[in-house]
């Protein structure tokens, strides 16, 4: 069985400040990790996966992740945050054949204020 | 393209009631998964489809959920004697499956409230 905790439950920072919104897993199995987001009243959406190869993964809007595997983490972080990165962050896994269930951390919420 | 959708964005019904919700995946997508989300939390995982037939069941809380998708797109979710626990928001995703890449694509989400 696997587990994800989400370290912060809330994040508040100011703008152009870096952020790192910390995660950690429990697996006896080898997963995926992905970060997914949900912008005030919007649906979750990927922000970023690593599923093999290079541990650092990149999104398209600054954020990156690094897989840890000795520390069991996958924390995200973004050198210089902006007010439109107001959100709730929630960190997930899946078993190594991809194929099932999500778990979910609890989330994180970021607010950026100005 | 459509992305996942959901129906009824809202349901509001009385302790003891009825409801469905359904979801209407990507078109190709042979993958289905419901998840509930109660405030405050992560989504949690309810079942998961692999075209008509449920693979994992195992987060269905009991016997007054059950779900289908009886050809391979359409999944309903239906729940039988509705409790006030039971108020949460149900997220339907639905992904490819192509070997080594399990991206889900979520619905918005139907919030329900038992009341």
């Known amino acids: 069985a696997q587990s994800v905790t989400q370290l912060d439950s809330q994040v508040p920072v100011f703008e152009e400040a870096p952020v790192e919104l910390r995660c950690n897993y429990s697996?006896?199995?080898?997963?995926?990790l992905f970060w997914y987001v949900q912008y005030p009243n919007q649906g979750l959406q990927l922000l970023l996966k690593?599923?093999?190869?290079?541990?650092l993964v990149e999104s398209i809007n600054g954020f990156e992740a690094e897989f840890n595997k000795s520390q069991t983490s996958f924390h995200l972080r973004k050198p210089s945050v902006h007010i439109s990165d107001t959100a709730e962050y929630f960190c997930?896994?899946?078993?190594?054949?991809?194929?099932?269930?999500?778990?979910f951390g609890q989330g994180t919420e970021l607010s950026v204020k100005p | 393209g459509a992305g996942v959708s959901q129906t009824p964005s809202n349901k509001v019904t009385e302790k003891g009631k009825y409801v469905e919700l359904r979801c209407d995946p990507i078109?190709?997508?042979?993958?289905l998964y419901w998840y509930r989300q109660s405030l405050g939390q992560g989504p949690e995982f309810l079942i998961y489809?692999?075209?008509?037939?449920?693979?994992?069941d195992s987060g269905l809380p009991n016997d007054r959920f059950f779900a289908v998708r009886p050809e391979g797109s359409v999944s309903t979710l239906k729940i039988q004697r509705t409790e006030r626990g039971d108020s949460a928001v149900y997220l339907c995703?639905?992904?490819?499956?192509?070997?080594?890449?399990?991206?889900?694509?979520f619905g918005p989400g139907t919030r329900l409230t038992v009341l």
């Open positions: 489809f692999q075209g008509t037939g449920a693979a994992d």
């Open positions: 078109s190709g997508h042979t993958a």
């Open positions: 997930a896994v899946s078993d190594l054949h991809g194929r099932g269930k999500l778990i």
């Open positions: 697996s006896s199995v080898s997963v995926y």
């Open positions: 690593y599923l093999s190869g290079s541990t």
């Open positions: 995703a639905s992904s490819r499956q192509i070997a080594g890449d399990n991206e889900q694509f």
